[in-house]
């Protein structure tokens, strides 16, 4: 096995590549090659050396599984390359224009990369929406249509995205009537639908993981960090794990197993930059050239997962990144922005964004919040903590109990079946998690009508009086409860679910709980300054007309607290929310 050694970052002048040169003529001296310093000996030495080279950069390297690659060889036969690009270019026209080509297949293989992420993420975002709404109902006109878009479909002059007369749920289908009665109806009949639908999407999508492609299971950036730092793990970035993968990911979401989809995406990424690094000799043959597109495809996939370019840059510098010079910071972002670019021309939303989870508040947040603001940085280090211990002890324990298959299959249709038979009860652990986390951000206005926005509204017709006087009503108090029940129901389900053999990403549970948890904090936060609105210490922050306290921005700051605290990621955490 061969050792890496440190890297510089950035390209070698002419000058650096001379001193490189003394440098290795000094260490084969140094290396007793010849005791005698005879200096025939070692410039023979060295001519045999750079035939060597020349025959290694002709046919490239062939490293064994589980192996380090050797950096210094491969950036070696790099420059060895570029100098008979040299040479040859004095011969003619057609040589010239290969060295032009070669150039420019850098950008050329980013470009194709952020083009099939992005193709590639909204084949994902619909099938698993599609499947998602699947476990609760149908669209009759058009079954291959999800509910929001066969409610777009509709007829009707008003409707609700929710519902609507195209859209029909498996109770209404089934002829069965609602035993309570929330924003969600709740059957026996949709219960037992939901729940067969739930084991039956997370075995399919555990049965592919468990025979067909292993290195699909998980999240995929642990071993993305590996391999950008110079490992060989053979078939990890394969045309089958790729297909699996998409695959496992579209069903397990689909199936409401508590996981989510955005972390698997750099892996995809990762897949696409591999297999397209085939078409070219330049990076088929080098792996030390390759991790270079490897970096932008993981800026690549950060940037489809959360709409984030920047954030995929930083992600892929600050995170997994182990060789990264300044032409992989420019290509990465490039990358990034084709990758975003493509996924808004498909729209997989319907509302031309990048993430469903989209919030733009209208005010600005107060002084004297630092002090809430701060507690929630306190739960999401506490979260984190109790999340890694447990599921770290849960992960030791499923090794030694359920490493032989098909235990491993097993364990999958026994937590699908716990997921479904714990969510479908709670409205919002039944919601698709992003589409919580959108409805958690969001300021609530006229036009919501779900139990966090049921306040006292304002009778005033007046457009100088404010909508409503922030004071909650009951349906209010019940979804705070609902909530609490939620996080202790995600944080359950998530340490038993993650490490599971199906595709798993940990950025959407972990953004659940911490919104839930943020919004509850809002929501005691906004009724506080209601309570003492006409106190002197709020009225020297609140002005008379406009709310004080919005809990959708506290939902934000949760979500980023939590998932600082799991993942330990806290720069490009804020980057991402910040363009959320």
Same mark, same amino acid.
């Given at each position: 096995?061969?050792?890496?050694?440190?890297?510089?970052?950035?390209?070698?002048?002419?000058?650096?590549?001379?001193?490189?040169?003394?440098?290795?003529?000094?260490n084969v001296l140094d290396?007793?090659?010849?005791?005698?310093?005879?200096?025939?000996?070692?410039?023979?030495?060295?001519?045999?050396?750079?035939?060597?080279?020349?025959?290694?950069?002709?046919?490239?390297?062939?490293?064994?599984?589980?192996?380090?690659?050797?950096?210094?060889?491969?950036?070696?036969?790099?420059?060895?390359?570029? *100098?008979?690009?040299?040479? *040859?270019?004095?011969?003619?026209?057609?040589?010239?224009?290969?060295?032009k080509l070669d150039a420019?297949?850098?950008?050329?293989?980013?470009?194709?990369?952020?083009? =099939?992420?992005?193709?590639?993420?909204?084949?994902?975002?619909?099938?698993?929406?599609?499947?998602?709404?699947?476990?609760?109902?149908? =669209?009759?006109?058009?079954?291959?249509?999800?509910?929001?878009?066969?409610?777009?479909?509709?007829?009707?002059?008003?409707?609700?995205?929710?519902?609507?007369?195209?859209?029909?749920?498996?109770?209404?289908?089934?002829?069965?009537?609602?035993?309570?009665?929330?924003?969600?109806?709740?059957?026996?009949?949709?219960?037992?639908?939901?729940?067969?639908?739930?084991?039956?999407?997370?075995?399919?999508?555990?049965?592919?993981?468990?025979?067909?492609?292993?290195y699909a299971a998980g999240?995929?950036?642990?071993?993305?960090?590996?391999?950008?730092?110079?490992?060989?793990?053979?078939?990890?970035?394969?045309?089958?794990?790729?297909?699996?993968?998409?695959?496992?990911?579209?069903?397990?979401?689909?199936?409401?197993?508590?996981? #989510?989809?955005? #972390?698997?995406?750099?892996?995809?990424?990762?897949?696409?930059?591999?297999?397209?690094?085939?078409?070219?000799?330049?990076?088929?043959?080098?792996?030390?050239?390759? *991790?270079?597109?490897?970096?932008?495809?993981?800026?690549?996939?950060?940037?489809?997962?959360?709409?984030?370019?920047?954030?995929?840059?930083?992600?892929?510098?600050?995170?997994?990144?182990?060789?990264?010079?300044?032409?992989?910071?420019?290509?990465?972002?490039?990358?990034?922005?084709?990758?975003?670019?493509?996924?808004?021309?498909?729209?997989?939303?319907?509302?031309?964004?990048?993430?469903?989870? $989209?919030?733009?508040?209208?005010?600005?947040?107060?002084?004297?919040?630092?002090?809430?603001?701060?507690?929630?940085?306190?739960?999401?280090?506490? $979260?984190?903590?109790?999340?890694?211990?447990?599921?770290?002890?849960?992960?030791?324990?499923?090794?030694?109990?359920?490493?032989?298959?098909?235990?491993?299959?097993?364990?999958?249709?026994?937590?699908?079946?716990?997921?479904?038979?714990?969510?479908?009860?709670?409205?919002?652990?039944?919601?698709?998690?992003?589409?919580?986390?959108?409805?958690?951000?969001?300021?609530?206005?006229?036009?919501?009508?779900?139990?966090?926005?049921?306040?006292?509204?304002?009778?005033?017709?007046?457009?100088?009086?404010? $909508?409503?006087?922030?004071?909650?009503?009951?349906?209010?108090?019940?979804?705070?409860?609902?909530?609490?029940?939620?996080?202790?129901?995600?944080?359950?389900?998530?340490?038993?679910?993650?490490?599971?053999?199906?595709?798993?990403?940990?950025?959407?549970?972990?953004?659940?709980?911490?919104?839930?948890?943020?919004?509850?904090?809002?929501?005691?936060?906004?009724?506080?300054?209601?309570?003492?609105?006409?106190?002197?210490?709020?009225?020297?922050?609140?002005?008379?007309?406009?709310? =004080?306290?919005?809990?959708?921005?506290?939902?934000?700051?949760?979500?980023?607290?939590?998932?600082?605290?799991?993942?330990?990621?806290?720069?490009?955490?804020?980057?991402?929310?910040?363009?959320?």
């Open positions: 096995m061969t050792m890496t050694t440190p890297l510089l970052i950035g390209e070698f002048s002419d000058e650096e590549e001379d001193v490189a040169e003394g440098v290795r003529l000094e290396s007793g090659y010849a005791e005698t310093r005879d200096a025939n000996n070692v410039a023979n030495h060295v001519d045999r050396q750079v035939e060597y080279n020349a025959e290694f950069s002709e046919q490239g390297t062939v490293y064994d599984d589980f192996h380090t690659i050797d950096w210094v060889r491969d950036r070696n036969r790099d420059r060895e390359r570029h *100098r008979k690009m040299k040479q *040859r270019q004095l011969l003619g026209w057609r040589a010239w224009f290969d060295k420019g297949s850098g950008w050329l293989v980013v470009l194709l990369v952020g083009v =099939c992420s992005g193709v590639l993420a909204g084949i994902i975002d619909i099938g698993a929406a599609w499947m998602s709404d699947l476990k609760e109902g149908i =669209c009759v006109a058009w079954p291959y249509y999800d509910r929001e878009a066969c409610c777009w479909l509709t007829n009707e002059t008003t409707f609700s995205v929710d519902h609507c007369a195209d859209w029909m749920t498996w109770a209404e289908l089934g002829g069965s009537k609602d035993t309570i009665s929330y924003q969600y109806s709740f059957s026996w009949f949709g219960y037992a639908i939901y729940i067969v639908f739930a084991v039956f999407f997370g075995g399919l999508a555990g049965f592919f993981v468990v025979t067909v492609a292993p999240s995929g950036i642990p071993e993305v960090k590996t391999i950008l730092s110079g490992f060989i793990i053979k078939g990890y970035l394969g045309a089958w794990t790729l297909i699996v993968k998409c695959l496992g990911m579209v069903l397990s979401v689909g199936a409401g197993l508590s996981l #989510g989809k955005e #972390g698997p995406l750099v892996h995809v990424a990762c897949c696409c930059g591999n297999l397209l690094c085939h078409l070219f000799p330049k990076y088929r043959k080098n792996e030390a050239k390759r *991790r270079e597109i490897l970096s932008a495809a993981s800026a690549a996939g950060v940037s489809v997962a959360f709409g984030a370019p920047i954030g995929g840059v930083l992600f892929s510098l600050e995170e997994v990144s182990y060789y990264f010079p300044y032409k992989t910071m420019w290509r990465s972002f490039f990358a990034a922005l084709t990758a975003a670019f493509t996924l808004g021309l498909l729209n997989p939303y319907f509302s031309g964004q990048l993430v469903l989870f $989209y919030a733009n508040y209208s005010q600005n947040w107060h002084l004297f919040e630092f002090f809430p603001f701060m507690l929630l940085g306190v739960f999401g280090g506490l $979260y984190g903590a109790l999340f890694v211990k447990c599921n770290l002890w849960w992960s030791k324990f499923r090794k030694r109990k359920f490493a032989k298959f098909p235990l491993p299959f097993f364990e999958v249709l026994v937590v699908s079946l716990l997921t479904g038979i714990i969510s479908y009860p709670n409205e919002y652990t039944r919601m698709n998690a992003s589409d919580l986390i959108h409805v958690l951000f969001t300021q609530c206005g006229p036009e919501d009508n779900n139990d966090l926005c049921a306040y006292n509204h304002s009778t005033a017709v007046s457009m100088d009086e404010q $909508y409503h006087d922030t004071k909650a009503l009951a349906p209010v108090g019940r979804a705070v409860w609902q909530l609490v029940l939620a996080i202790v129901a995600k944080t359950f389900l998530t340490i038993f679910t993650f490490g599971m053999k199906v595709p798993a990403g940990l950025f959407i549970p972990t953004m659940f709980v911490g919104a839930c948890m943020g919004r509850i904090l809002g929501i005691g936060v906004e009724q506080l300054a209601y309570m003492g609105r006409n106190s002197d210490f709020f009225e020297l922050f609140c002005s008379p007309k406009v709310d =004080c306290v919005n809990p959708g921005l506290y939902a934000m700051i949760g979500a980023a607290a939590a998932l600082g605290g799991v993942t330990k990621m806290t720069g490009v955490v804020t980057s991402q929310l910040c363009k959320i």
